[in-house]
């Protein structure tokens, strides 16, 4: 959990998830640096009010970035490795092509028929 400060000392607002980028991040603490405001996290020794603090901020923003895009990279290979073996991603089907014709004809005949077999819930 982190918090931006106000010039003060006070909590400005509470902060749950700052950008997608480095560039949003890095926008994000200037912005507060200009407002007289910094950023520190309650969880990690950050602090963009001192040097190091801003420093250890661009260096675990800019691993977090990393992060992102080789788990983004790794799961598009995964995928293309398991189309190359003809499968495809996602739940098995649970519609069979028998149950599809079945559906099928059931829908194509009139209403009373459906009830039959899928009869109308008493509870509302």
Do not use: C
Not at 15 to 27: A, P, Q
Not at 90 to 97: F, V, Y
């Amino acid at each position: 959990m982190a918090v931006a400060w106000n010039a003060q000392g006070g909590p400005k607002h509470w902060i749950d998830r700052l950008g997608h980028s480095v560039k949003h991040l890095v926008d994000f603490v200037t912005e507060l640096h200009k407002q007289g405001a910094h950023f520190r996290s309650m969880t990690d020794a950050i602090d963009t009010g001192t040097p190091s603090g801003r420093f250890f901020f661009h260096v675990m923003a800019s691993l977090a970035e990393m992060e992102r895009e080789l788990t983004v990279e790794r799961t598009r290979a995964g995928l293309e490795v398991i189309r190359k073996l003809g499968r495809v991603g996602g739940r098995k089907r649970q519609m069979t092509d028998s149950k599809i014709e079945s559906a099928t004809k059931l829908l194509s005949n009139r209403v009373p028929t459906l009830y039959r077999w899928i009869p109308a819930s008493t509870s509302a």
